[in-house]
């Protein structure tokens, strides 16, 4: 998230380079500064002439530096955006990094390259990052969404509680283009001082506050077969807002965050546990040996093999689920 905040800073000092890389897995990034920048630069008047865009399979080289070297009509700046940058033929991009050794200054060009990082052997990078800014965005490792709800909820100016929070990273997981369109919705129907908790995450959003993954990795953590097996029974005949691949997915976060409590003591912050939790999670690590927790992350691991029908397995995931829980209450020393 450096490239990101450092990028962002500039744009609202109104700083802005003349040209943007934007590359890497996590598109929500991409997305997010070129919505900025559009919304600060092009004004509804000069949409038709100063905003240009283009994409990647079809656009060529010389037609993006053709556009950037004439100057705007009604605007300070031609905005050029260049979509599915990661469809275009490599072979324009010398002719790109050219340009931009000598770059227009009436012109700003945003190349949204999606879903991998942007070489940076490529002579367009090298020239990006001396005359533009590159922004290379890996999707948040789980520990990381906690501080990114937070700050985002900050800056929108939505009060939201631990739980809440909770049920988001369990139930959304680092999916942040969902967690922002829920966030923001949340703050439009919230009255203005009321604290977001869970019953509104069940009302708006449509995660039970009883029955989700938090509550799931709650209850096996703390011996409660019986919960455990009835929130079970709940996600599965929920299947399509409760996918098995976040179930799994969330269990082995939780499982995770145990080891490292276990093994880096009370320092949370590279956990990735809410600090209103740690309590809890504390409770649950004293029950669980390190190798107990190991056998428990190899049980998760080998049902999302299976959920993937990987060694022949063709159960319903209801089945699945119920085995796996089966087996994570009969772990031993």
Request: hydrophobic fraction near 35%; proline fraction near 2%.
């Amino acid at each position: 998230m450096q490239d990101y905040n450092k990028i962002l800073s500039n744009i609202n000092k109104e700083n802005y380079s003349p040209f943007y890389l934007l590359s890497g897995k996590e598109t929500y990034f991409i997305d997010s500064i070129s919505s900025i920048l559009i919304n600060k630069i092009v004004q509804e008047s000069s949409n038709e002439f100063d905003f240009i865009k283009f994409y990647g399979q079809e656009a060529s080289a010389s037609e993006i530096i053709e556009s950037a070297r004439r100057f705007p009509m009604l605007s300070k700046y031609n905005l050029i955006i260049v979509k599915e940058a990661q469809k275009m033929r490599t072979t324009e991009y010398d002719f790109l990094a050219n340009y931009l050794s000598q770059p227009s200054d009436h012109s700003i060009i945003i190349f949204c390259y999606k879903y991998k990082e942007f070489d940076k052997r490529k002579k367009l990078y090298k020239n990006a990052k001396i005359y533009g800014e590159c922004g290379d965005f890996k999707s948040l490792h789980d520990n990381q969404v906690l501080n990114w709800i937070k700050s985002f909820a900050s800056s929108i100016r939505l009060d939201i509680s631990p739980h809440a929070i909770e049920l988001l990273i369990s139930n959304i997981g680092n999916n942040l283009s969902r967690l922002d369109r829920e966030l923001k919705k949340l703050k439009i129907i919230v009255s203005e001082g009321e604290i977001v908790n869970q019953e509104h995450i069940e009302k708006y959003i449509g995660i039970s506050k009883d029955f989700n993954t938090f509550e799931l990795q709650s209850a096996i953590g703390l011996g409660y077969f019986s919960k455990a097996f009835q929130i079970v029974k709940f996600l599965s005949n929920n299947s399509k807002e409760n996918p098995i691949v976040l179930i799994l997915g969330s269990l082995h976060t939780y499982f995770q965050k145990l080891i490292l409590l276990k093994t880096v003591g009370n320092d949370i912050s590279r956990v990735g546990i809410n600090p209103y939790f740690i309590e809890e999670y504390k409770r649950v690590s004293e029950r669980f040996s390190v190798k107990q927790i190991s056998q428990a992350l190899e049980y998760i691991l080998e049902a999302d093999l299976k959920s993937k029908g990987i060694g022949g397995y063709n159960k319903k995931d209801e089945t699945l689920l119920e085995e796996l829980i089966l087996k994570l209450f009969s772990i031993k020393n």
